[in-house]
């Protein structure tokens, strides 16, 4: 953990998320510091209350939100609205949130039968009518793979602790967390007239991409020197406007 915490910059990130099991004021706290908007759902373990003098502590007028590598970027393992500091034992058991036109869930996990089962997934992502479903449920393994035009992203445990069930004897965890970015995406869609050979646009498409840096760190086996690895993996989701903003794109 101290070696991702030298990444986790304050006023570097816009968001975080925290997918449950705050187990300490001092985790709490430090996910809070890291950007203005925080939230939050609740795991299987999370410890409460905690004291007002950390839920309620001001924070630092001067956050700006930013990214690295890119802006709008969000540390996955946290998020809570400034307003609502609730956390732990005291937070939603699902959280939406929008970004731009991507509905973006959150759960833990922990009530999903069987846990981690990739159609009981699906199933939550279709009640909560989201885009994106960022989910732990005790695994601590990262994931992010792309089911029926849907997106899931399991951002693994930045601690290292141990998923009991989850891990082949002997196996060790290798910690992670994620960091994401929204971008917009516009294409032209062409059409070749044949009359006059000419190509002309005949419909737009705009898109949200999903761009999410997975943070691992890896044990080197001959050495075991710890390393800090990081992997990108994108998610598209294409938006078409309406007929009638498809023909004043055509200019008919």
Same mark, same amino acid.
């Given at each position: 953990m101290a070696t991702f915490k030298k990444l986790l910059i304050p006023g570097k990130i816009g968001q975080v998320l925290c997918l449950g099991n705050l187990t300490s004021p001092d985790a709490y706290l430090f996910l809070r510091q890291l950007a203005? @908007?925080? &939230?939050?759902?609740?795991? @299987?373990? @999370?410890?409460d209350p905690f004291p007002s003098s950390i839920l309620f502590q001001p924070q630092n007028p001067q956050t700006q939100p930013g990214a690295h590598p890119g802006h709008n970027q969000h540390a996955q393992h946290t998020h809570h609205s400034? %307003?609502?500091?609730?956390? $732990?034992? *005291? #937070?939603?058991? *699902?959280?939406?949130?929008? &970004? $731009?036109?991507?509905?973006?869930g959150m759960t833990h996990g922990h009530t999903l039968v069987p846990p981690g089962d990739a159609d009981a997934l699906?199933? #939550?992502?279709? %009640?909560?009518?989201?885009d994106v479903l960022l989910w732990s449920g005790g695994s601590h393994r990262f994931e992010a793979y792309e089911m029926e035009g849907r997106?899931?992203?399991?951002?693994? /445990? #930045? *601690?290292?602790? !141990? $998923? /009991?069930g989850w891990w082949e +004897? $002997? =196996? =060790?965890?290798v910690p992670s967390f994620v960091l994401m970015d929204r971008e917009r995406e516009f294409t032209a869609r062409i059409t070749t007239h044949m009359a006059d050979m000419l190509?002309?646009?005949?419909?737009q498409v705009q898109g +949200? !991409?999903?761009?999410?840096?997975?943070? %691992?760190?890896?044990?080197d086996p001959s050495t075991g020197e710890?390393?800090?690895? !990081? =992997?990108?993996?994108?998610?598209?989701?294409n938006v078409e406007p309406p007929d009638n903003a498809a023909a004043t794109a055509d200019g008919s």
């Open positions: 203005p @908007d925080f &939230h939050a759902v609740k795991g @299987d373990f @999370d410890v400034q %307003q609502t500091p609730a956390a $732990g034992a *005291t #937070a939603p058991l *699902t959280k939406v949130i929008n &970004h $731009g036109r991507l509905r973006m699906l199933i #939550a992502a279709r %009640q909560m009518d989201v997106f899931f992203v399991n951002p693994g /445990t #930045a *601690t290292g602790a !141990v $998923g /009991t +004897d $002997g =196996e =060790e965890v190509a002309t646009p005949s419909k +949200d !991409v999903l761009v999410v840096y997975v943070y %691992q760190l890896k044990k710890e390393n800090v690895s !990081v =992997e990108k993996v994108s998610y598209r989701k």
